[in-house]
């Protein structure tokens, strides 16, 4: 970590990071008690989705311009987490809608007036898997295509959906993978999205049939990489510096950490003064829920730390303008997709020291325990190849991980 000064420019504003975060934790109790609603309607209830525009949550990481704040990326990813510790779903939501509208300030001025110019709290959701058919014709290209887990599509207006632009000769160009904007009228939500976690995401799948997308409502994954987009022209401030695919692993990961902080919350709520009715004893004397709940509590503290120290460095390097090092940004993808797996190995050891209650519809441990295996199905969340291509690169290869 770094232990150098930080410039001033670069760190998260006290009082905006103060009221966001305790708006976040008033919302708990009724996120809470939302929970059965969103898993039995699969999408997150209308009321939370409007508490949290209200509370300036989805403009968080939203140009001023448009009304947003602009935000240190700490300052969104606390809110996010803490949301997550009361509803993973909607943490899910937060996370990758609130960075579609970061990535939509990426996007040619036209773009953002299309969007934005009569509503701009207008939400945005996505499927960036790159599975579009596309065509190039005038002016821009012809978008068909199925794309799966759309992440609150119910909610919102526009979709951002990938697919590699085309050769010359009408082959997909693999150096060309780019996100498509897509309006609702152009786009069908296929309901399809039943599943044993995270229920209340809503990740429905989109469809799209022979649909114009004009050559303004792309945006390279290429311009992201290099932290060189269009809408650096309009959106100057150092938070539209930081490469994309490193943001957008950060808006998937960063529900982990909330969700073992909630479990861990719910077990130690639960367990505290309970006994066990296979032994007669103090759950709190059992050696095996005393060392759960000790890495559990270890675990978030390292996880926080090593991801705020990621956000710093970042936003370190966008103000200064530095190019960061391609080892840098490979050991930062690595270390989010560790994430994961440390907070599944921490709510399972809470899970199993919980006893036999914890299989229980009605024991809370039980939702944080199938929402983080669902969540770990998410390819940010799988540190296999993150892993081999940080080695790999750390020893004198080529990097071949394009979302860094």
């Known amino acids: 970590m770094s232990l150098t000064p930080r410039p001033a420019a670069a760190l998260p504003d006290e009082t905006l990071h103060k009221t966001l975060v305790a708006r976040a934790e008033a919302l708990v109790p009724a996120l809470l008690s939302r929970v059965p609603e969103a898993r039995e309607g699969r999408q997150v209830p209308r009321a939370t989705i409007d508490d949290m525009q209200a509370a300036g949550f989805f403009r968080a990481l939203q140009p001023k311009r448009w009304g947003g704040a602009e935000a240190h990326p700490e300052i969104f990813f606390d809110v996010a987490r803490t949301v997550a510790s009361a509803c993973p779903s909607s943490a899910w ?30 939400l945005i959701s996505s499927s960036y898997m790159p599975v579009g058919k596309v065509t190039r014709t005038e002016g821009g290209y012809t978008l068909s295509g199925e794309w799966g887990f759309s992440s609150g599509v119910d909610h919102c207006d526009w979709a951002m959906l990938g697919a590699f632009a085309p050769n010359d000769d009408g082959t997909p160009n693999m150096q060309d993978l780019r996100t498509f904007l897509v309006p609702k009228g ?12 995270l229920q209340g995401t809503g990740s429905k799948s989109v469809v799209v049939r022979e649909k114009f997308v ?20 309009e959106n100057t401030a150092p938070l ?13 990961a960063s529900g982990g950490i909330g969700m073992l902080d909630g479990a861990l919350r719910e077990f130690v709520a639960l367990q505290k003064s309970r006994v066990a009715r296979s032994t007669g004893g103090r759950v709190a004397e ?6 759960a709940v000790a890495e559990a509590a270890a675990t978030l503290k390292e996880l926080r730390l090593v991801f705020y120290d990621q956000l710093q460095d970042m936003m370190d390097y966008a103000v200064s303008g530095e190019k960061i090092p391609l080892e840098k940004r490979v050991q930062w993808r690595y270390e989010t997709s560790r994430v994961g797996p440390k907070c599944i190995a921490a709510i399972d050891n809470l899970f199993r020291a919980a006893g036999g209650s914890a299989i229980y ?7 944080y ?9 998410h390819y940010v969340n799988n540190p296999h190849k993150p892993a081999q291509n940080f080695g790999a690169v750390m020893l004198g290869a080529a990097n071949t991980d394009f979302f860094i």
Request: hydrophobic share 40%; aromatic share 12%; net charge negative.
């Open 93 to 122: 939501v937060l996370g990758v809608v609130s960075v579609h509208s970061w990535q939509l300030a990426l996007f040619p001025d036209e773009a953002q007036q299309e969007v934005w110019g009569k509503d701009s709290s207008t």
């Open 186 to 197: 152009d786009f069908e939500v296929k309901d399809d999205w039943f599943v044993s976690g």
């Open 214 to 233: 004009p050559e303004h409502r792309t945006h390279k994954f290429g311009d992201g990489f290099r932290q060189k987009s269009p809408g650096h022209a």
């Open 240 to 252: 539209f510096k930081i490469p994309f695919g490193q943001m957008f692993v950060r808006a998937v």
């Open 286 to 291: 059992n050696p095996m829920a005393q060392l």
């Open 361 to 367: 519809e009605t024991n809370p441990l039980l939702r």
């Open 369 to 377: 325990f199938n929402d983080m295996h669902a969540a770990e199905a």
